[in-house]
């Protein structure tokens, strides 16, 4: 059965193909939304409202640290997701992480502050955070899968970009979110309103992921009776090298993301940058999300017609050199040269990379432990990349600035070895072999025509 469908799931892909692909996207903004507002959080916020008995470099480090807590619990969450989602389906798993991320998120904007109930107020902030990595580590993987799925498989780099693109839109809206209620609320509502406007968002992607239909692909396996009974040993044991590849790939751009991004906003903060306001850095990273969007799209599009390799060495390439002039260009304190620090940070070192895991990272692996291998890579990955801004302000304080950098730089180097030691899943005779595909598929049409 799997195979009578193969050419036509080649040429068109499922009829939902986009809708799923939109859907998958919208929850994936929704998700970054609520965990990436919540780093945007502890740059500005947190070390003062639940660390205020700490000096300024301690309550930050202590602010990052619970930061990391959060990618430190994604590795489990992925792990549970893969499993269910190789064994019980892909659709179960989206809507259950959504709604697990939306109540921890709603729960971050009622926590009471350290005045109010003492050491308390970091426990419970642990605690709930704890939660947001656990539905985070849930998402990614089944999220990826299903648009992938669905996809044609000349378009798997263009449609897997369009729910990747979901993160920038995530990033654009809790960065828009914090820069509004900077100016229009109190110290004691600015950080409470974003998390409590998510209440919103959950309820709209919880209506949009009920109507998505379970992948094509898995349902195929399903009825074949091809599933692994236990996906996440199966993948340990057969397929451990592309889990290591991928985990090394992933760090590139996420951890590369916690330094360029999430840590230089604490810095700017700080005051490192004595002209740079907060406005000018929240605005250049709200710019640099908006660009993103679309540069995360044309990334993936880009690795549909030159293959994943190349383009994700060339965003490693750039990363491997961007480390010191990131710095050099945010330390003038020219409004205009952060505001290129933060696009070509975000825009070409992060999405580049995020444009091309999801086709990449899903053609690595065999469909019945597809979830399980990604997710497993993908959130382990997370825990490095969870602690790196704490990483990053412990370098900076006993280095200086030049510390951060030099970490970037070797995140981006980590990426380019492991991209040359990673096989091209879609070079020329994987196109090849997909336009036989596609041929055979409208053969039939045609002699129908005729």
């Not at 947001?132 to 498989?153: D, R, V």
């Amino acid at each position: 059965m799997a195979e009578s469908r193969a050419p036509q799931q080649a040429a068109h892909g499922s009829p939902e193909r986009l809708r799923v692909a939109v859907g998958c996207g919208v929850g994936a903004t929704i998700e970054t939304y609520d965990f990436i507002g919540f780093g945007t959080a502890a740059a500005l916020y947190f070390g003062d409202v639940f660390f205020p008995d700490s000096d300024p470099l301690s309550a930050t480090l202590l602010s990052f640290a619970t930061l990391g807590i959060g990618f430190a619990a994604r590795p489990l969450g992925g792990i549970v997701a893969g499993h269910l989602g190789d064994r019980v389906g892909r659709k179960p798993v989206l809507v259950g992480s959504l709604l697990l991320m939306g109540v921890a998120t709603v729960l971050i904007g009622c926590l009471p502050t350290y005045q109010m109930v003492g050491v308390w107020a970091p426990v419970l902030l642990v605690a709930v955070r704890v939660i947001q990595g656990l539905a985070f580590g849930a998402e990614w993987g089944g999220a990826i899968l299903m648009t992938f799925e669905h996809a044609p498989w000349r378009r798997r780099g263009l449609y897997t970009g369009i729910t990747q693109a979901g993160f920038p839109v995530g990033l654009l809206l809790a960065n828009l979110a914090f820069l509004m209620s900077r100016h229009t609320l109190d110290d004691t509502w600015a950080w409470r309103v974003p998390f409590l406007l998510s209440a919103v968002l959950i309820a709209v992607g919880i209506f949009i992921r009920l109507k998505i239909d379970e992948s094509p692909q898995f349902e195929e396996i399903k009825e074949s009776g091809e599933l692994a009974k236990n996906p996440l040993l199966t993948v340990i044991r057969e397929d451990w090298r592309n889990v290591l590849r991928a985990f090394c790939l992933r760090t590139t751009e996420t951890a590369g993301y916690a330094v360029s991004v999430t840590f230089v906003l604490s810095y700017l903060d700080d005051g490192h940058a004595p002209d740079v306001s907060s406005t000018t850095t929240l605005t250049a990273l709200v710019t640099a999300a908006a660009l993103g969007i679309a540069a995360t799209t044309l990334w993936g599009r880009l690795s549909d017609r030159v293959g994943r390799r190349p383009v994700y060495l060339f965003g490693c390439a750039v990363s491997v050199v961007w480390g010191i002039p990131l710095f050099l260009f945010v330390n003038t304190g020219t409004a205009a040269l952060v505001m290129v620090a933060f696009v070509i940070s975000y825009a070409v070192c992060q999405n580049c990379l995020a444009g091309v895991q999801g086709a990449w990272f899903c053609e690595l692996f065999a469909t019945r432990t597809r979830t399980a291998g990604t997710s497993l890579a993908y959130q382990l990955s997370a825990v490095v990349s969870g602690f790196t801004p704490m990483i990053a302000t412990a370098l900076y304080s006993g280095t200086g600035w030049i510390g951060p950098a030099v970490l970037f730089t070797c995140y981006g180097l980590l990426g380019f070895v492991a991209t040359l030691v990673t096989r091209e899943t879609w070079g020329e005779p994987e196109r090849r072999e997909t336009d036989r595909a596609v041929t055979a598929s409208a053969e039939p049409a045609l002699k129908a025509a005729h």
